[in-house]
């Protein structure tokens, strides 16, 4: 194949939404020691894991505003629901040299009661950092602008681990779109 059919190929790619994930390659994580066949990941910043497709978004949001955006370009805002799933995301997250991003966990019902993936009941896994979720602002340093959304960490020393935040200071998230049906893991 020319080159100038390949760079049509690869722009076409771009804008015809069925050829978008065709470009990519495989990839192994490791995290804690561990190693997990991960995913493939394409040209445009996608990675593929069990059914799904993650990308971090570009423009950092505050929490709400991320997640409506998420479902207009027909994903999600994205939260972990195993430690395979979260080293996924992590991996991606190191990919674009990102220090944190926001995932669909919140308090807002009830701040003693955490909420991800809109689900009516409590998770059945988390991340939480140590110490975390806190509810504490340290910013203004109250707990009446509490910490109500999630993010996950490449800083302070912590790989993966979850911190709440007030949702209304901004970062990228993770948004997650299903396309082959679902992980029996």
């Not at 194949?1 to 994930?21: D, G, H, K, T, W």
């Not at 066949?37 to 423009?59: D, E, I, M, P």
């Not at 020393?157 to 200071?169: A, K, L, Q």
Request: proline share 4%; hydrophobic share 35%; with cysteine.
């Amino acid at each position: 194949m020319e080159n100038a059919q390949v760079r049509l190929i690869i722009l076409s790619a771009r804008y015809i939404p069925q050829l978008y994930f065709l470009i990519y390659s495989c990839s192994i994580l490791r995290l804690r020691g561990e190693a997990y066949k991960v995913t493939s990941s394409n040209a445009f910043g996608w990675q593929h894991w069990c059914g799904a497709w993650y990308r971090l978004t570009t423009v950092p949001k505050d929490w709400p505003n991320a997640k409506k955006s998420r479902r207009r370009v027909g994903g999600v805002l994205a939260a972990p629901r195993s430690h395979e799933e979260n080293a996924v995301m992590f991996d991606l997250m190191l990919r674009v040299g990102r220090k944190s991003f926001c995932i669909n966990c919140n308090n807002f019902e009830n701040v003693a009661s955490w909420r991800c993936n809109d689900e009516l009941v409590s998770p059945n896994y988390t991340n939480w950092a140590p110490d975390e979720p806190s509810s504490f602002n340290h910013h203004t340093g109250d707990r009446i602008d509490a910490e109500n959304c999630a993010e996950m960490l490449n800083k302070y020393g912590f790989t993966g681990e979850w911190n709440d935040f007030p949702c209304r200071m901004t970062r990228v998230a993770v948004c997650k779109m299903s396309i082959e049906g679902v992980c029996q893991a």
